[in-house]
T-cell receptor, first 112, second 110 residues
Framework: ETGVTQSPTHLIKTRGQQVTLRCSSQ?????VSWYQQALGQGPQFIFQ???????GRGNFPPRFSGLQFPNYSSELNVNALELDDSALYLC???????????FGSGTRLTVV | AQRVTQPEKLLSVFKGAPVELKCNYS??????LFWYVQYSRQRLQLLLR??SRESIKGFTADLNKGETSFHLKKPFAQEEDSAMYYC????????????FGGGTRVLVKP
């Protein structure tokens, strides 16, 4: 099974701070996506990277940014944190587009 | 713009009873439809895809393009089916991103 590891699992930040969330996979993949899941809601698409290039973005402001590295790990960066950024952030990888995504367990971010 | 609607927030059924989770979508083009499941304290995982026309854990889902629906069904619910279920769509017109519905919590009572 393709494992997806996200770190950290939990994080508490203060409003206005910056945060970096990480995602890695045990196997190679060419597509990584990030999602935000607020309490009681379905995941919302933030952006997607394909071969280290952003190739899709949801309705999130520019203070949400990301990277995909040659070793297929990925980062989600959020600047100027707001209270509404408190959510579960999910990383998902796909080996074949539209085959389905494999999700990590997520990082629970709390902004106070 | 693509949209996925799951009208039921909670479905409560008794063990052995049938269960149907509704999913309706809007999308311009040919969508790929998925059902994801999240069991308690576990990660979100793919349950089934419409293109594979498979049955997983007794669940099936049929894509009805006329009604733009992709309802998930199981004839005899089991207690271990208690979980959160999300319908999702993807497709080239959507940049291959997944758009999720709000989710339906299924509770199977003994």
């Amino acid at each position: 099974e393709t494992g997806v590891t996200q770190s950290p699992t939990h994080l508490i930040k203060t409003r206005g701070q910056q945060v970096t969330l990480r995602c890695s996979s045990q196997s190679g993949h060419n597509t990584v996506s990030w999602y935000q899941q607020a309490l009681g809601q379905g995941p919302q698409f933030i952006f997607q990277y394909y071969r280290e290039e952003e190739n899709g973005r949801g309705n999130f402001p520019p203070r949400f940014s990301g990277l995909q590295f040659p070793n297929y790990s990925s980062e989600l960066n959020v600047n100027a944190l707001e209270l509404d950024d408190s959510a579960l952030y999910l990383c998902a990888i796909s080996l074949i587009q539209n085959y389905g995504y494999t999700f990590g367990s997520g990082t629970r971010l709390t902004v106070v | 713009a693509q949209r996925v609607t799951q009208p039921e927030k909670l479905l409560s059924v008794f063990k052995g009873a049938p269960v149907e989770l509704k999913c309706n979508y809007s999308y311009s083009g040919s969508p790929e439809l998925f059902w994801y499941v999240q069991y308690s304290r576990q990660r979100l995982q793919l349950l089934l895809r419409h293109i594979s026309r498979e049955s997983i854990k007794g669940f099936t889902a049929d894509l009805n393009k006329g009604e733009t629906s992709f309802h998930l069904k199981k004839p005899f619910a089991q207690e271990e089916d208690s979980a959160m279920y999300y319908c999702a769509l993807s497709g080239q017109a959507a940049g291959n991103k997944l758009t999720f519905g709000g989710g339906t919590r299924v509770l199977v009572k003994p």
